[in-house]
């Protein structure tokens, strides 16, 4: 298994602007993923992107990933109050055992 | 579609009691789930890998007579936390994976909040 790590620790934007968070990995993967966790709740997946892929995009969400630098983003357009939540990045490769880092924290101030 | 049951939301209990926690998937059939635990503003730290029919993966640190994971069948994997104490108060969460390894996401529960007073 292997950890993400995702940074910043913690984001505090205004309504509508862009929310950008990183996360970096150590080795190879075959896939990467992103996943959203309200206070209190389980995790809820957002979009994953496999190691052929540079970018991809889901409403209004872009998740792009560079496996040179071992490192992907996730970009979250027109925020809004409701997108308040901490936000986890999930790499593996093979057997795929799932492992998380610490998050970043998305404050959305309305 | 792919959703995954966690029951109970929260529980307490006093120490030296045992409890169990339920993760089911309703739509789907899951051979491996994976339970959680997540301190306050932590990650989650992965405890054990649960396959369907055979015995549960611990990972390193985590007790398996303390943590006893039960995959009896492809839809209900169950996590007694036995003999309970202060310390194993926390939120346990499980997930599963609807399809085979490498391209799947997870599937998460809505987790259990554990207080042990």
């Known amino acids: 298994s292997q950890q993400g790590e995702e940074d910043p620790q913690a984001l505090s934007i205004q309504e509508g602007e862009n929310a950008t968070m990183n996360c970096s990995y150590k080795t190879s993967i075959n896939n990467l993923q992103w996943y959203r966790q309200n206070s209190g709740r389980g995790l809820v997946h957002l979009i994953l992107i496999r190691s052929n892929e540079r970018e991809k995009h889901s409403g209004r969400l872009r998740v792009t990933l560079d496996t040179s630098k071992k490192s992907s983003s996730l970009l979250i357009t027109a925020s809004r109050a409701a997108d308040t939540a901490s936000y986890f990045c999930?790499?593996?490769?093979?057997?795929?055992?799932?492992?998380f880092g610490r998050g970043t924290s998305l404050i959305v101030h309305p | 579609g792919a959703v995954v049951s966690q029951h109970p939301s929260w529980v307490i209990c006093k120490s030296g009691t045992s409890v169990k926690i339920e993760c089911r998937s309703l739509d789907f059939q899951a051979t491996t789930m994976f339970w959680y635990r997540q301190f306050p503003k932590q990650s989650l730290m992965l405890m054990a890998t649960s396959n369907e029919g055979s015995k549960a993966t611990y990972e390193q640190g985590v007790e398996k007579d303390k943590f006893l994971i039960n995959h009896a069948s492809l839809t209900l994997s169950t996590l007694t936390v036995t003999s309970a104490h202060p310390e194993d108060s926390s939120f346990y969460i499980c997930s599963a994976r609807a399809g085979a390894a490498g391209n799947s996401p997870l599937h998460f529960g809505n987790g259990t909040r554990l207080t042990v007073t």
């Open positions: 999930a790499t593996g490769i093979g057997s795929y055992i799932p492992t």
